[in-house]
């Protein structure tokens, strides 16, 4: 059974830092592009960054320069490290694996984790 695990979300002071993780299972981690993704009340869900199974980043433009991916294959782990965080950004933030397995495609979601960015 696959899974996708997100931790390291809570309550940080606007211009603080915050690093989220997002563990997947071994099976599909190294052919998977992972994604971030947030959702705030009353907003649309919004694509914040992914990395491919080869290493390539892609930022919304409201993220980029404060926020970072990256993935540690080793430990199927792959990391949003967030700086200069805004109250903006306060979202539930999700963890999206996407890719190809014995030739079906898969999309598999974490449960989320809560961000709040306040004083």
């Known amino acids: 059974q696959v899974q996708i695990v997100e931790s390291g979300g809570g309550l940080v002071q606007p211009g603080g830092s915050l690093r989220l993780s997002c563990a997947a299972s071994?099976?599909?981690?190294?052919?998977?592009?992972i994604s971030w993704y947030r959702q705030a009340p009353g907003k649309q869900h919004q694509l914040v960054t992914s990395?491919?199974?080869?290493?390539?980043?892609n930022y919304a433009d409201s993220v980029k320069d404060r926020f970072t991916i990256s993935r540690d294959n080793a430990k199927n782990t792959v990391y949003l490290q967030m700086n200069s965080l805004k109250p903006e950004d306060t979202a539930v933030y999700y963890c999206?694996?996407?890719?190809?397995?014995?030739?079906?495609?898969?999309?598999?979601w974490g449960q989320g984790t809560q961000v709040t960015v306040s004083s």
């Open positions: 071994r099976t599909i981690f190294s052919l998977s592009t």
């Open positions: 990395i491919t199974n080869g290493g390539g980043t």
């Open positions: 999206n694996a996407k890719g190809r397995f014995l030739g079906r495609t898969y999309d598999y």
